[in-house]
């Protein structure tokens, strides 16, 4: 049974609120998926802050027009879910790709991330990009190495000197 006026607006206008907020969206044609597998992806994809739906392309070509992810209304056609990651640009793309390894089925076929239209291949690239705790974890490493490294020289012409002071008084004692 098809949705009314009133459904298809409203659709529309969920969609579209996801669409405005997020960061990145892929959208995967999921044809020949089995319902457990769908209720798999979903669940992994609510636990990532994934927005999942399936939704007619006429509708979704409505719901991303005036966002950053417009350019990707011209690749919507076939079956498609669409993902959007709402926290971090690289959640969707995890969480998709981590599903494909295990189910052949589901073939991404079009990735938006802030405006820019990219290939399926680079979801892989979109993937292994750092969470926000990771990068600023990496981030602060690499900020803190030359600080210690500064304390470590600093630190060395002193336990050079005790060192060696320990070593003549070992040596003292054993004569």
Known sequence: ????????KAVVAEVSEVAAGALSAIG????GLKVDDMTRLRREARKNGVYLRVVRNTLARRAVTGTDLECMANSLSGPLLLAFA?????????????F??????????????????L?????SRLATMPTKEQ??????????????????????????LARTLAAVRDQKQAA
């Open 1 to 8: 049974m098809g949705l009314n006026l009133d459904q298809k």
């Open 28 to 31: 995967a044609e999921y044809r």
């Open 86 to 98: 709402r926290e971090d640009p690289g959640a969707a793309a995890r969480v998709l790709s981590e």
């Open 100 to 117: 494909a390894r295990t189910n052949d089925k589901l073939v991404i076929k079009v990735v938006a991330v802030k405006g820019k239209l």
């Open 119 to 123: 290939t399926a291949a680079d979801v």
């Open 135 to 160: 990068a600023i974890s990496q981030l602060m490493s690499v900020m803190k190495a030359p600080v210690e490294k500064l304390v470590r020289t600093l630190a060395e012409p002193h336990a050079r």
